[in-house]
Structure formats: structure tokens, C-alpha cells
């Protein structure tokens, strides 16, 4: 626990302004506009790929972080990239558990434990304002998250990318769930993301195209 005690003084905070329960499920603003959001990093080389994909086309997306990626060799390393380059980080817990059944005290203890890892790699003062559950479970983990000053993020347009890594197949899903003021999901972490890397640079590169702006979710 780095030596925070969850719901003490020094237990760190997300940093969100104004935290609610029910969970942010769209983007900001009207029109052709998406918000990207990626799980499961921070991960090596594809998201460092998926970075310079981004950093090129002037696009700007949430990082929804895990402690135990953050701590393997080179994490904290490719973490630093993703807010220098300017990217919204969200707490997604120390590890891939599912979390719907615990009950408060757990919660709260893993996620201040990987908002301090967080804050280890990058100092206190940098904003950690959004939660999002792993697998979507919420449980008790909504209210949780708004004690520790960080509002929950629900995204339901994914694109299965857990599950199959064919580039082709992804882009179609992505083109799918890429409605007007959605949120858009994928992984660049908790395994081989080449696929899901390459799917989300074409559609990028096409919707950019098309006019499209990608923004971040509704604060």
C-alpha cells in the first residue's frame, strides 16, 4: 500500500472536480466526435505504436492504467509518455481482477494503492480523474471512486479485441461502435494488441478524413 491508509489524510485523490456515481458514457461536445478510450496498458511497444500514431494526427485519449503493467520492466517508462503526450490517465485498478463483489473496504484499498503507483511514476499533483472497472463490473466501485475524487467511465462500445487480434475484423467492429458522440474502446494492453493498434490508426485515419474530431468524454 506504499503507506497510504485508503480514506486518511494522505490518501491520494484522483483529482476529478466533480465526481458523481453514474458513470460518463459519452463524448464531449456535438456533431461527428468520438472519445477514445484504452485498456489494460500502460504495454511496451504497442503502446508506444498506438502513441505515436496518436501524437502524429493530433489526437488526445483516455489511458485507463494498471498498476501491476505500470511496475513491469519499461512500464512506468511508457506511463511517462502517455502524459507528456498529453492523455487523460483513468484508474483501472492494480491488476485484472473483477471487482463486483467486493465490498467497500477492498475496493477502496486498491484503488488508492494504484493511484499511489500511479503518482510513484509521476508525482503527486497529476490528475488521475477518471475510474473504470474492470470488465465493466462495478459492484460498490462507482461510489468508491467518487470518495477518492475520480468519476466512473462507462464505455459499451468495444470491440472485442480480448478476444481476436485480426486487424480487418477490428476495424469493422470500430467502425460499428464509432457513432456521433460515443466512446470508443480498445486495448493496448494484457497481451498482443498489434491488431487492435493497427484497427484503431485506419479508422482513425479515416473518420479524421471524413471530419471527424476526436475528443475526450463529457467531464
Do not use: K
Given at each position: 500500500m506504499?503507506?497510504?491508509?485508503?480514506?486518511?489524510?494522505?490518501?491520494?485523490?484522483?483529482?476529478?472536480?466533480?465526481?458523481?456515481?453514474?458513470?460518463v458514457e459519452r463524448a464531449q461536445g456535438e456533431g461527428l466526435v468520438c472519445a477514445l478510450t484504452f485498456d489494460d496498458g500502460p504495454n511496451g511497444a504497442d503502446t508506444l505504436r498506438l502513441l505515436d500514431a496518436l501524437s502524429a494526427r493530433g489526437v488526445r485519449a483516455v489511458f485507463c492504467v494498471v498498476g501491476q503493467e505500470i511496475q513491469r520492466p519499461g512500464g512506468a517508462e511508457v506511463l511517462r509518455r502517455v502524459a507528456d503526450d498529453g492523455h487523460v490517465l483513468a484508474n483501472h485498478s492494480t491488476?485484472?481482477?473483477?471487482?463486483?463483489?467486493?465490498?467497500?473496504?477492498?475496493?477502496?484499498?486498491?484503488?488508492?494503492?494504484?493511484?499511489?503507483i500511479i503518482r510513484?511514476?509521476?508525482?503527486?499533483?497529476?490528475?488521475?480523474?477518471?475510474?473504470?472497472?474492470?470488465?465493466?463490473?462495478?459492484?460498490?466501485?462507482?461510489?468508491?471512486?467518487?470518495?477518492?475524487?475520480?468519476?466512473?467511465?462507462?464505455?459499451?462500445?468495444?470491440?472485442g479485441d480480448w478476444a481476436e487480434q485480426d486487424p480487418d475484423v477490428l476495424a469493422e467492429?470500430?467502425?460499428?461502435?464509432?457513432?456521433?458522440?460515443?466512446?470508443?474502446?480498445?486495448?493496448?494492453?494484457?497481451?498482443?494488441?498489434?491488431?487492435?493498434?493497427?484497427?484503431?490508426?485506419?479508422?482513425?485515419?479515416?473518420?479524421?478524413?471524413?471530419?471527424?474530431?476526436f475528443v475526450l468524454p463529457e467531464r
Amino acid at each position: 500500500m506504499h503507506g497510504v491508509t485508503p480514506g486518511s489524510a494522505d490518501a491520494p485523490s484522483g483529482g476529478h472536480p466533480d465526481p458523481r456515481p453514474e458513470p460518463v458514457e459519452r463524448a464531449q461536445g456535438e456533431g461527428l466526435v468520438c472519445a477514445l478510450t484504452f485498456d489494460d496498458g500502460p504495454n511496451g511497444a504497442d503502446t508506444l505504436r498506438l502513441l505515436d500514431a496518436l501524437s502524429a494526427r493530433g489526437v488526445r485519449a483516455v489511458f485507463c492504467v494498471v498498476g501491476q503493467e505500470i511496475q513491469r520492466p519499461g512500464g512506468a517508462e511508457v506511463l511517462r509518455r502517455v502524459a507528456d503526450d498529453g492523455h487523460v490517465l483513468a484508474n483501472h485498478s492494480t491488476s485484472f481482477a473483477d471487482m463486483g463483489e467486493w465490498d467497500a473496504e477492498r475496493v477502496r484499498s486498491d484503488l488508492a494503492e494504484n493511484l499511489a503507483i500511479i503518482r510513484g511514476v509521476l508525482g503527486d499533483r497529476h490528475p488521475v480523474p477518471y475510474w473504470r472497472a474492470p470488465n465493466g463490473s462495478w459492484g460498490v466501485t462507482r461510489e468508491v471512486a467518487v470518495e477518492l475524487g475520480m468519476q466512473p467511465l462507462g464505455v459499451e462500445g468495444h470491440i472485442g479485441d480480448w478476444a481476436e487480434q485480426d486487424p480487418d475484423v477490428l476495424a469493422e467492429r470500430l467502425r460499428a461502435v464509432m457513432t456521433p458522440g460515443s466512446m470508443a474502446l480498445a486495448h493496448d494492453g494484457g497481451g498482443d494488441r498489434a491488431g487492435a493498434v493497427e484497427a484503431v490508426v485506419r479508422v482513425v485515419d479515416e473518420r479524421l478524413a471524413q471530419g471527424w474530431s476526436f475528443v475526450l468524454p463529457e467531464r
